[in-house]
């Protein structure tokens, strides 16, 4: 049994299809069914029923779950030999939200790259619960995500702090209170009311979403059942909806500042209020996050390091936008 039939047939057990699994291999279907067979013949088992549909036996699910272990041991073995040699070349796998890549990566990985040029860098983008289970199973080495990190072996680098906001509609406001609108503006530049809103449209994150889950505990905070027009898993279309006037949004501090996410200064749009949400519950840490019972490479650390660095030289202006509107 050798790795490289360990690393193709956990290709086949994930697609459960070998056409799927050729293409992400980069080899061809005959190639990739020989070494299956040949895996087989080695253990003196099947490892795939292969009608009506593929499908892992018992023997497969089993060596599915110890191939990967195997692999990621390997993969640690190799990581701490590289170090010890001093050798930079290796392999650098990151989690993040679909939109906080838009946003922190542009800042760090050109940068990065140009003191790891061997380094081959890969990312996962998905959500808050999917980033932890890829972390947890060593799927990923690195998790840049908002905390409280729920899983118990991860050890934490908090390196920025960051507010939601509220991203209302102008004429919400203007329907609400009338004449007195621009004075509840300056109002709830400092101490926005969530309860003047409860009864108008919020686009929101969908369920697994960290920041989902502590809205859904602030309305609850404030006796409010919210709403909900549209969920979406990617903030940027609740976003570019509130602006066009479908609804009110959540939206990070950090996004609103970075030049490489969609911001309310660049755009041609009806105007919206922008008001910070205060209560402690809605200012989040972020951080960088690892295994701690993996091993840690240099290369892991520099790109800590580094991203300490940017974001300690004020990444995203802190006394940005105290209830502005654009």
Partial sequence: MNFLNLQYFLAVAQELNITKASQQLRISQQSLSNHILKLEKELG??????????S?????????????????LKRQMVSEIE????????????????TRGQTILPDILPRFKKTHPFVDIS?????????????????????????PIRLESAES????????????????????????????????????????????????????????????????????????????????????????????????????CSRHALSLPNLMSPPVDCFPLNDPLTVRMLAIAY?????????MRDFIDLSKEVFSRGFVPSDFGRGRTF
């Fill in 45 to 54: 088992t099947q490892l795939f029923v292969r009608t009506p549909t593929l």
């Fill in 56 to 72: 892992l036996t018992y023997a497969g699910r089993t060596l599915q779950k110890s191939a990967s272990q195997m692999l990621d």
């Fill in 83 to 98: 170090d010890i040699s001093n050798n930079h070349r290796g392999e650098l796998r990151i989690g993040i939200s679909f």
């Fill in 123 to 147: 990312l996962m983008e998905q959500n808050s619960e999917a980033l932890e289970s890829a972390l947890q199973h060593g799927l990923i080495d690195l998790m840049i995500e908002f905390t």
């Fill in 157 to 256: 680098i908090q390196i920025f702090k960051d507010r939601l906001f509220l991203i209302v509609p102008r004429s919400y406001m203007d329907e609400l209170y009338g004449s007195r609108a621009d004075d509840m503006r300056a109002r709830f530049e400092t101490d926005v009311d969530i309860t003047a809103f409860k009864e108008y449209p919020f686009l929101m994150l969908k369920k697994g979403n960290k920041a989902r889950s502590i809205m859904d505990e602030y309305f609850l905070r404030h006796g409010i059942t919210p709403h909900i027009l549209m969920e979406t898993e990617n903030t940027q279309t609740a976003f570019a909806l509130a602006v066009q006037g479908m609804g009110i949004a959540v939206y990070p501090e950090m996004f609103l």
């Fill in 291 to 299: 295994d701690k019972n993996r091993y840690v490479t240099n290369v």
